[in-house]
């Protein structure tokens, strides 16, 4: 007898086992990465106190190809097939702007899950669309190869889409993304705006952030940029005729960087722009706030490219009216003729527009502040210097950075424009010390080429 319930007790034991395997074997998530977005705000990118950054795990709560899962507990495959795109537009060497040269690449889209489960805080998103787009350059020190040696290499996602365009303004992505507000997602912005301001973005000039670089390489192999901030540490620092140098010149329009300013500081930050980024709300507010200190609005030239962050239905408006040489249909700017801040001769393709994948990515790998867990999360994100400089890093082969918050940065006036000494203002909406450990960390390990003044 007592043989007997032992050998029922052992088969009851084992159809317990089988049926516990089973449920895990079918969970969208490995289970040891429950509460993942908080394990990422508090491990990655954390300060020690000598200014040092721990590297973060990989994070596997997203689906993206080519990133690894743990090989015991694999996440269900949710790729679909390639889609191949419609014919691509590359400029031309006259009026290059608008000229056509048809191509054939394709873009890999990683639906996200049906529902956000406990393994992915909804706000976080930790998942991306990927886009296939090869290399434009066969550089042999690019960033892309280099960044597998280093800390960064479990948080780089060579395939995440830095720019959005026409073939991204689906049902599908707009309920995916709708769950996200600000430069985070769609959160706000009815399809029909959305769809109508993507569809003038149709061609590879919109989706490519060095759309004209066939005719400006010459003999080169790499993609050098240099991305500017508008810190005081440049006043005086005669990097103008540097800058100036590279094959593109990036600027921005924010609340840090404000207007960009170049007329009468050319020796000291060049006088080049080949992509200026802006959202409609800071470039609004800067032609208010420092039209005294020169500040006429963004830069005109034929090689000038202008890259909204949409943080706001405002910015899909703007860049709609913009592309199609209309005015404003509605909102803060509604009647207002966009060649005002662009030019008359603005056309769709000198338009980009950052991907809220894209934006997000940012927030949650490399600058996890701590803003994330208090009741100030909404407001973070990083700052639109931060937004240009890693889009220069996942865009171009190398990167130099001028004007960019340093350690010493209590040694130098706010902005490099400055008339007289202002002390840098930090605000919750961006985390400037963390991005400024940031930088020190790309440096360091050889990213980019931080200017220090020393």
Known sequence: MATRRRVVLGGVTAVSLLCVYVLCGNLQMPLKHLGSWRSLTSQSQRLDQKGNMSSPAPSP?????GTPLTPSLRTPSLRTPSLHTPSLHTPSPAGHQDGVETTTRSISVSPPRREA?????AFIGDTYMSVDVPPLTDCPDAIRSRVAKTEFAGRFLKNIPVLQWSEDATRDQHRRL???????????????????????????????????????RAASRCIRCAVVGNGGILKDSKKGPEIDQHHYVFRVVSCRTNGAITAGFEQDVGARTTHYTFSTNTLVNSLRSYAALGYRGPPRSQE???????????????AKAAATHGTVQRGPERG????RYFGEDVSAAKLKMYHPDFIRYLRNRFLPSDTLRSKYKNLYRPSTGAVMLLAALHTCDQVSAYGFMTPDYSKYSDHYYDRRYHAVGFFLNHDLRLE????????????????THS
């Open 61 to 65: 709560t997203h689906v993206h190809a």
């Open 117 to 121: 489960t406990p393994t992915e805080d």
């Open 178 to 216: 709708s769950r996200y507000a600000g430069a985070h997602g769609w959160a706000g912005v009815a399809f029909d705006a959305l769809a109508e301001t993507l569809a003038a973005l149709n061609s590879s000039a919109n989706r490519i952030m060095t759309d004209d670089w066939k005719w400006r």
């Open 304 to 318: 000038t490219r202008y890259v909204f962050l949409p943080d706001h239905d405002r910015d899909y408006l703007l």
């Open 336 to 339: 207002q003729d966009p060649s």
């Open 436 to 451: 400024m450990h940031l930088w020190q960390r790309l440096h360091s390990v050889g990213l980019i080429r931080l200017y």
